[in-house]
């Protein structure tokens, strides 16, 4: 009953959170145990709720010992079935991981039909690659089906996040689940040679998750992919924008991530030269104040005036709302993000902080502004209920109608600020990267 609650709870928080959450492959999802979900790890507790609530049973989880802090904190772990796995950052230095006690849990937990969430990287990091694929989740696997004589049964789900940003508040998400790895198939490898068949599992588990999952070497690559995927979705791909299309454009970004590593690989000299180039457009939109749209032909061929008039009506006309929201929803909005400052922790916990932090400020700001209003302007219940559903409705105003003057804001300034040769040397080198991409292309056909 409680997980049901709080699993609902996190479902409607999700939703709020997230701009969009797109789920690929839901029909994959096996509707019982025993089975192992496992999926890349780039936002740390954001990823063991998302996956929790696109399935319909109930979810153990293995996590780091690390977190198993306080005793108040082992109890609720403890009831969520969160089974510890200690590493070698988790111990003292010299010993070595003892898990025999987890992998007997593991053990029971799915002799039971349960459902266990593994994150085989091991560890959380903001970044887009996938990580090397630690062994634990085959040897946990394959260990149960050898004593079960391989008749248990076992399935191993491999689950992809992909966030368009995974750090920023109304970003989005694909889930791509792909279809069950059975334990059974890798029976006489294992029995042949535990390591060979562990080595075989795990790599078959890294290409299901490898797939949905963008190519990087580091940072630097990462950096260049995402303006890269800008840049193609502004100008080759329009109907692909993140927003209005995230599955397909989080798709795309994985698909450029592949070609760029082939042409990194084949030609050397394309790649750099498209990438010196596309850090140069996105740094002069940056020193501008703009970004990319404005350079597609559709927007240059607008009518500006047009453009301009339609702006400042539809903002004139949100004005009262947007002061409205600002009143009410500014206090439990900016919270979570001065919350997650003040606890001064690693980056890739902020929207799993600012989330949670979230559902305690705007149930509390929203009933101690219902009780205000019911006691110093009015108590009529018809009014109450108004106001109550005004509360979070101007709140999203108020997100739309600041993106809409962040835009107009920049369309003003490119119209009436920005000088003319400087429209014509980023125009010039969008038509430079679009020759490198186009050669890229033909490169790879």
Not at 2 to 20: C, D, E, H, P
Not at 107 to 120: A, C, K, M, N, W
Not at 126 to 153: D, M, V
Not at 435 to 442: F, L, N, S, V, Y
């Amino acid at each position: 009953m409680i997980y049901t609650t709080i699993k609902g709870i996190v479902k409607i928080s999700l939703s709020v959170f997230f701009k969009k959450i797109v789920v690929t492959g839901s029909e994959n999802i096996p509707d019982h145990g025993p089975m192992i979900i496992v999926a890349n790890h780039p936002n740390t507790f954001m990823d063991p709720l998302i996956i929790g609530t696109i399935t319909e049973q109930r979810i153990g989880f293995v996590a780091n010992a690390g977190i198993f802090s306080n005793k108040l904190l082992i109890t609720v772990l403890r009831y969520f079935h969160v089974i510890p796995i200690f590493r070698k950052k988790d111990i003292a230095p010299g010993e070595k991981p003892d898990n025999k006690e987890a992998f007997i849990k593991c053990h029971e937990y799915l002799d039971q039909s349960g459902t266990l969430l593994i994150f085989p990287e091991g560890s959380s990091y903001y970044e887009l690659k996938l990580r090397e694929i630690k062994t634990g989740t085959a040897r946990i696997a394959l260990s149960f089906e050898e004593l079960k004589k391989f008749q248990g049964n076992l399935k191993i789900l491999p689950v992809a996040l992909d966030y368009s940003d995974s750090l920023q508040f109304r970003s989005m998400v694909s889930i791509t689940v792909n279809p069950p790895l059975y334990t059974h198939v890798y029976k006489e490898a294992y029995l042949r040679n535990e390591f060979d068949g562990v080595k075989a599992l795990t790599e078959d588990i890294r290409k299901a998750l490898a797939k949905n999952i963008p190519r990087t070497s580091g940072k630097e690559q990462e950096d260049f992919l995402i303006k890269a995927h800008k840049f193609y979705t502004a100008f080759y791909e329009p109907g692909a924008d993140l927003y209005e299309n995230p599955k397909r454009s989080l798709e795309l970004r994985t698909q450029l991530s592949k070609v760029f590593h082939y042409i990194y690989v084949h030609d050397t000299g394309l790649y750099h030269d498209t990438e010196t180039k596309v850090h140069a457009f996105f740094s002069g939109l940056k020193s501008e104040g703009l970004t990319a749209g404005f350079f597609t032909d559709q927007f240059l061929r607008t009518n500006k005036a047009l453009v301009c008039l339609g702006y400042l009506s539809k903002l004139l006309l949100l004005l009262p709302f947007y002061l409205f929201g600002i009143l009410t929803n500014y206090l439990p909005y900016i919270l979570p993000s001065k919350i997650f400052q003040s606890l001064k922790i690693d980056i890739e916990y902020k929207t799993s902080v600012q989330m949670v932090s979230g559902m305690i400020t705007f149930p509390l700001f929203y009933a101690l502004e219902i009780w205000i209003f019911r006691h110093y302007v009015s108590a009529d219940l018809r009014s109450t209920l108004l106001f109550m559903v005004a509360l979070p409705v101007t709140g999203y105003i108020t997100m739309y109608y600041w993106t809409e003057l962040q835009r107009f804001a920049r369309v003003i300034r490119f119209c009436f600020f920005m000088k003319p040769r400087e429209k014509v040397k980023l125009r010039e080198l969008r038509d430079e990267i679009l020759d490198r991409m186009e050669e890229a292309r033909k490169s790879l056909s």
